[in-house]
């Protein structure tokens, strides 16, 4: 065994995963051997899901069954709506409601306790991935002073979200574009909130404490976030009146970062973002308003220009993402819980099959403390 300190676990391989798989030199994320292209044009969020709970992509009939199954269980029960609405009414930030919303529902599920059996692992993981939607649309529709809107089973995943947040069935356009975003979000190999989720399913928790750990990782700034950062730095180059490219000149030279720029694996842009940058493009085209995508297109060109890309800062998921999200209607302290309703399909599928061959995650820690302390009695000290 070494003793070389490896600080944030950077580099050290923990598991093997036949889930999602990140190549960041060429800028390439494939889930279970499918190009995340190929899946976010040609599949929906529901098939992705599948793919990754079972390995394969489902054939109709299949699809047609498991998309039923998901939507049968969007409904919560009233006592987890009445706390959402209580959380929403205490002014609580959005993803500790979702955190605590979903810790809840372990209490209305029978199967909550049966974390060594991998079907009803996923059993249960179908159930939050369902009703997670339903929770974070009746706490926003609260935040707003409306009522919440129950599902609507004849929607899709993505759809009946927009429908439940806005109480009105979404285009089609606005709802392909948010079922891509939600596909491109499912997975993304071993970060911070999957491996917090697989680190509390080691130990045979309920995947239910898996998820919630999950959000809880995923609220910190070093890892969600950055959407909305990037959402509301182009507020704030809105509210300036000043070119796009002049307020980013000024910004760097006052030091600061620009969001959306940089990943921790990626060296190049992005796939997700080519994607996102398109998605954007046809949302642009259907409302007529092209302001955000003028601002980041110009944002985008200028630092490339400036050498960043070639130094492996390139523009990231979340350069594109809040715009999309803005373009729909979605509040900017939105962005990360939806987030987390995507991931939370990618949390499931790697607790499951970390479980199957399960090995409780322990590392250690050098100590650094002092050596040999005398102790006093509380009375001589």
Not at 159 to 166: E, R, V
């Amino acid at each position: 065994m070494t003793d070389e300190l490896k600080r944030g676990l950077e580099g050290v391989l923990v598991a093997e995963s036949d889930l999602s798989y990140v190549d960041g030199e060429v800028g390439k994320l494939v889930y279970r051997g499918y190009d995340i292209e190929d899946l976010a044009r040609g599949a929906s969020y529901e098939e992705v899901l599948y793919l990754l709970w079972h390995g394969s992509l489902p054939t109709a009939a299949e699809l047609d069954a498991f998309a039923a199954d998901l939507a049968a269980e969007r409904e919560v029960d009233d006592d987890v709506v009445e706390t959402v609405r209580a959380l929403a009414d205490a002014g609580e930030r959005p993803m500790a409601a979702l955190r605590t919303a979903t810790s809840m529902l372990s209490a209305y599920d029978d199967e909550a306790d049966e974390a060594d059996d991998g079907e009803a692992t996923l059993r249960q993981g179908r159930r939050i991935t369902a009703k997670i939607p339903t929770v974070l649309a009746a706490f926003e529709r609260v935040r707003q002073g409306e009522e919440p809107v129950a599902p609507a089973p004849g929607l899709s995943h993505a759809g009946n979200f927009l429908y439940m947040l806005t109480g009105t069935e979404p285009d089609a356009v606005s709802e392909e574009t948010f079922d891509m975003a939600l596909t491109l979000h499912a997975d993304h190999g071993l970060n911070a909130s999957t491996f917090t989720a697989m680190v509390i399913g080691s130990t045979m928790a309920d995947v239910y404490s898996g998820v919630t750990g999950g959000i809880g990782a995923l609220s910190g700034p070093l890892h969600g976030g950055a959407n909305q950062d990037v959402m509301e730095v182009l507020h704030e180059v809105d509210a300036s009146s000043k070119d796009p490219v002049q307020w980013v000149k000024d910004a760097r030279d006052e030091g600061r970062r620009i969001p959306g720029f940089g990943h921790r694996v990626y060296k190049v842009k992005d796939p997700r973002a080519n994607i996102l940058e398109e998605k954007l493009r046809d949302l642009a085209d259907s409302s007529g308003d092209t302001k955000w995508l003028d601002y980041t297109t110009a944002i985008e060109e200028y630092l490339t220009d400036q050498g960043l890309v070639e130094k492996g800062i390139a523009p990231n998921v979340d350069f594109y993402s809040g715009s999309v999200y803005d373009s729909l209607g979605i509040p900017v302290d939105m962005y990360t819980p939806i987030f987390a309703m995507s991931r939370a399909g990618g949390w499931i599928a790697h607790v499951a099959e970390y479980q199957e061959d399960n090995r409780l995650i322990r590392p250690r820690a050098r100590y650094t403390g002092p050596e040999d302390a005398e102790f006093v009695p509380v009375d001589e000290r």
